[in-house]
């Protein structure tokens, strides 16, 4: 929506992955979501823009492929003459994106790392043979470095080693199988830059929280999914609809765990920074999106105290850490480069938590506390 | 055939893939391998031991864990009461190997990601689920590291960087999707030593020369399969059949691409050696298994001097280099892990040359000089 709304000529590909995943694992959203077909519609509606939606799962080459057969796509909106068909910016969202769903057991652990890394080939092998020079925008996730005791640089380190020095992807070791999936995603496309000269920009990307983007502002029904479960809803998410509930806030171990957040707004900006930056040809670049680090402890105090001001007084509560990672560890990424960019960061404040906090309120009747907690360990 | 010699009871488990993709591709073989379950009768008519053989895809998460139902499979010959039906050692040599293979187009990258990451990733979860003290010997490839300009170490780095220190795996950068698919199962491996406490150790393998195990003396119908084109066929059996029917040796760009080699033999001790040294739980082991090193220049330059010896007095032939490498580059990885454990390297003689050419002598009439080129590039 945002890409449209600038003047951008958008198509989205989505297989419901993530609403089908909901439905099986029980894991409700807050609220319904239209199909992609129904909010494209309304989007035409409400701005006289046009999406143009296909449905159809990218993990099978052949349908990746015809994405990039000229005629393939009724582009039938497009004035300019000289199009040819094939996209000039590709944004790779076509993920499974959750930690504990990769680690439920081995059949969500074959489906994270079959559908990440097809779809991931699939597309990088259709950019070789189709369109060498467009630029595909990669999301990648802060969750590949890790927790090393070095400071995290933006995807390159240069080591010195027996007196010789060379430059390399940043060393990764991710603490579950989709973030080991996303490292993955990372070498597959360095390889294609190597190999065919491609233009990649990987985004590595921390927790998103956040819903209030200037689009739903034009219609309420382009809210993203929310999620507020153990298996596809964040932090943030979960804490709030634990307080609105009246449940306490579950810190995993010593909540001492550390990582990178940005508000959903700062999101779509680096997005739009990415695409309006594009690297040369064989030039990977690799920004880190987040915009400040919090402990685990951290954001529990603010939605403690903010969830105070507003009637729910709930205690927080440590629970025995149901997956392996350091409770308490160095923790110093950089992450200036999209802001060198232009990008305005909305930083995590009192206010934009009590905005959260109105918004899940406004859905307590939704609220199925029991499906919160669905016992994944690692 | 080692193992079960020394004692150990051994189930080979085998989806014929090499087979069934040379029979597609027309790669044929030099000589005919008989199938599994006929070695495995003549090596018990021979020695009176059995091995026991289960055709199956292993990427195929219910083939994989089948093997771990004690009951499932029959081990008649056991006498050991305090025998469980689990595995002690598992090695993981069920990938598909070939660097040329994997870029041939995009269906033979996705076989190869699919194929390779879904064995490890089932077997990761099936030692998790049944045996976590197993000890996974799984085969890696010096690919793994490319030609860095640093030194190559065995597996680790420690980094020193804006003064403070942590040892990572050695960065990894491989020149094909085959050899970033062994990064992916190296990264997967790691994961599981790291979360649950698994025993892994991982031979980063150089290109094996050489045929004359002690296991062909017991009787020549357990040669290994000998492939000599492009896809298949590794540098040392490439030349030498070339060099037997006449053709030129075709050196890829400028030669000077150097990689660590060794003799078959050699492989065998260094998985033996693996085998009786297991790691600790909650460790990788990594070691670089390739004995000495050599460009492609040095390689044509020992078969072209042994074969004018044999009567086949070939030139060597500069092509234009098919594939994105560096053709002169650093070089320089340490090797000492498996001599330190008591492998006794078999170095690349004149004598071991002479020893190949009789072989593929004795099979000249088997050679089709057209297929050893398939103009695979990348």
Not at 85 to 93: E, R, S, T
Not at 187 to 212: A, I, K, N, S
Request: hydrophobic fraction near 35%; charge should be negative.
């Amino acid at each position: 929506m945002r890409f449209s709304r600038l003047g951008y000529e958008v198509t989205a590909v989505d297989n419901y992955f993530r609403r089908d995943a909901c439905r099986e694992l029980d894991a409700e959203m807050l609220y319904p979501v239209l199909s992609l077909e129904e909010r494209a519609r309304i989007w035409h509606e409400k701005t006289g823009k046009e999406i143009k939606v296909v449905i159809g799962d990218l993990s099978d080459p052949e349908v990746m492929r015809s994405l990039f057969q000229p005629d393939a796509i009724d582009y039938k909106w497009c004035v300019d003459e000289s199009y040819t068909g094939l996209p000039d910016v590709i944004i790779h969202y076509a993920e499974q994106p959750s930690a504990p769903y990769s680690l439920m057991d081995y059949k969500h652990a074959d489906i994270t790392l079959s559908n990440n890394l097809r779809v991931t080939n699939n597309l990088l092998f259709a950019v070789r043979d189709f369109c060498r020079g467009v630029h595909i925008v990669k999301l990648g996730t802060m969750g590949e470095y890790g927790t090393p005791n070095i400071d995290i640089e933006e995807g390159w380190i240069e080591i010195e080693h027996k007196g010789r020095r060379d430059t390399f992807l940043y060393p990764r070791q991710a603490s579950s199988i989709y973030h080991t999936s996303k490292i993955m995603d990372t070498d597959l496309m360095w390889f294609g830059v190597r190999m065919w000269g491609l233009r990649v920009t990987d985004l590595m990307q921390g927790p998103v929280y956040g819903l209030e983007t200037e689009e739903i502002r034009i219609d309420p029904r382009f809210k993203t999914i929310f999620n507020y479960d153990e298996i596809f809803g964040t932090l943030i998410n979960r804490f709030i609809t634990q307080a609105v509930v009246g449940h306490p806030l579950t810190v995993y171990g010593a909540g001492g765990q550390t990582r990178g957040y940005l508000d959903i707004r700062d999101t779509l900006q680096c997005v739009l920074a990415a695409v309006e930056n594009p690297p040369e040809p064989g030039e990977l670049t690799i920004y880190n999106q987040i915009m400040e680090t919090f402990s685990v402890n951290e954001i529990a105090e603010i939605v403690h105290r903010v969830g105070c001001q507003r009637g729910h007084p709930v205690s927080i509560q440590q629970l025995e850490n149901p997956r392996c990672e350091a409770e308490s560890h160095y923790y110093n990424p950089t992450y200036q480069g999209l802001v060198e960019l232009g990008v305005k960061p909305h930083y995590l404040t009192d206010e934009s938590v009590h905005s959260l906090f109105e918004l899940v309120e406004g859905y307590r009747d939704n609220i199925r506390e029991e499906i919160i907690f669905r016992g994944i360990k690692w």
